[in-house]
């Protein structure tokens, strides 16, 4: 049995609480989905939370626009991340997909919140290159206006949700300025002529991802998000709310494994006692138990100062963000060493969280990023 006793910690209210709940059944009762058609189990699953009322958080509501709930974001990736990976993944990127739009868009723009809201429509976040990853201001993709239109031209790559999202927020060299503050974001329906997509790719830990091409894509000048030349700024707040919501992934992940690795422990009779009784054994527990918590705290300090009002969160979703997936990997690496050959067996619940932690300490700023961030606003810029 998970340990959920953190949700008494004060950063919550009751309502954090009783979602927990609410959540925590229909997990118990729907996870996990078949995976063998990735496309397919992530449309279902958007459909399905959507149903259920649960993609409500991912966005603000366009009726009664109030500000995303980031300790509800990351209740949520938590919860969906101990049960199934892709759910996981299916929540969040309806949430980094509209972000910028829930953040800055009109309430025109913000019709589609609607539907994303509802698990209607699927979105994605497109601001990665093949060129430019980490250092975003040096973006190549290009959006030059045209009368009332703007044109992109250019490539993304590493697109969650790229085949299967129906509407793209994509961010685009406007030039009003070089660097940082020449970018702008543009809301992308997918079926834009133009917009193909140019490669679907594999990777361990399978989920919809694609490389995108855009050959004069025309979108009215209607489809900017806030100003032009905003996009970077606007990227970041995105990034800061989210961020932390990575974290929090990585934290249901290593939750997981440390419940599978203390029921193991428990049960596997090594030396004519159980593997527990081992005090190297006891010493994994420990070391998993106490990254948990750590990195929970770290995530709820986060989500919790940003719901209280804070402007920006840079420097506590960085630290969220770095340290549970950082430790996650840890935990999880742990638990595959008292798992033995199962822990690397196909199909195996510690071998399937393995292959899902990985990436996570790669997308949306990488760990090196992250303590770039943390270096800047230690030291005060
Ligand atoms: N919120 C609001 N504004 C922000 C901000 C934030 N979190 N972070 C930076 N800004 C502002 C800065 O204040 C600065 O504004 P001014 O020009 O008015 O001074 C501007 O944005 C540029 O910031 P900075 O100089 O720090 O930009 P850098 O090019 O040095 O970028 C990093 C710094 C590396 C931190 C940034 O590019 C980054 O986070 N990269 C990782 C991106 C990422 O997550 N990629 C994965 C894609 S999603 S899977």
């Known amino acids: 049995m998970t340990d959920r006793s953190f949700l008494n910690w004060p950063f919550f209210e009751q309502r954090h609480r009783d979602h927990a709940e609410r959540l925590e059944a229909w997990c118990q009762e729907n996870l996990p989905v078949d995976h063998s058609d990735i496309d397919a189990a992530c449309r279902k699953l958007v459909a399905m939370l959507g149903e259920a009322g649960f ?3 991912t966005a603000v509501d366009p009726a009664d626009p109030q500000p995303l709930d980031v300790r509800m974001l990351c209740i949520t990736r938590e919860t969906l991340a101990r049960h199934d990976g892709l759910a996981d993944f299916a929540f969040a990127m309806q949430g980094l997909g509209t972000g910028a739009i829930s953040l800055f868009g009109t309430p025109e723009q ?5 539907k994303t809201r509802a698990g209607k429509a699927l979105s994605a976040f497109a601001l990665s290159e093949p060129r ?5 201001a040096n973006m190549e993709m290009t959006a030059t206006r045209d009368g009332d239109d703007y044109v992109l031209s250019g490539e993304k790559t590493w697109i969650s949700n790229g085949g299967i999202a129906d509407v793209y927020c994509v961010f685009a060299r406007t030039g009003e300025a070089p660097g940082a503050r020449g970018i702008s974001a543009f809301i992308v329906p997918a ?5 193909i997509i140019a490669e679907r790719i594999d990777v361990v830990a399978p989920h919809p991802l694609a490389r995108l091409s855009f050959n004069d894509v025309r979108v009215p000048a209607s489809a900017l998000i806030g100003k032009a030349g905003d996009g970077f700024k606007l990227a970041m707040s995105v990034l800061d709310v989210f961020r932390s919501t990575v ?3 990585a934290l249901g992940f290593a939750r997981r494994a440390l419940d599978e690795s203390v029921s193991r422990v428990r049960e596997r009779e090594l030396f004519g006692a159980p593997l527990f009784d081992l ?7 420990a070391d998993m138990a106490l990254d948990v918590d750590a990195a929970a705290l770290l995530i709820y300090r986060a989500a919790w100062t940003k719901d209280e009002g804070a402007p920006r969160v840079t420097r506590e979703a960085a630290m969220a963000k770095l340290y549970a997936t950082d430790r996650a990997q840890k ?3 742990k638990a595959v060493q008292l798992h033995g050959g199962d822990g690397v067996r196909r199909g195996h619940i510690i ?7 990985r990436a996570l300490r790669i997308y949306e700023g990488a760990s090196d990023v992250q303590k770039v961030v943390i270096a800047r606003q230690t030291m005060g810029g």
């Open 351 to 357: 071998e399937s969280l393995y292959r899902e932690i």
């Open 55 to 57: 993609l409500k958080p």
């Open 279 to 285: 005090q190297m054994v006891q010493g994994h527990i």
């Open 110 to 114: 913000q019709k589609w919140l609607d």
């Open 331 to 333: 935990v999880i690496d």
């Open 191 to 195: 079926d834009s002529p133009g917009l």
């Open 132 to 136: 430019s990853g980490s250092d975003v």
């Open 247 to 249: 974290g929090a992934a």
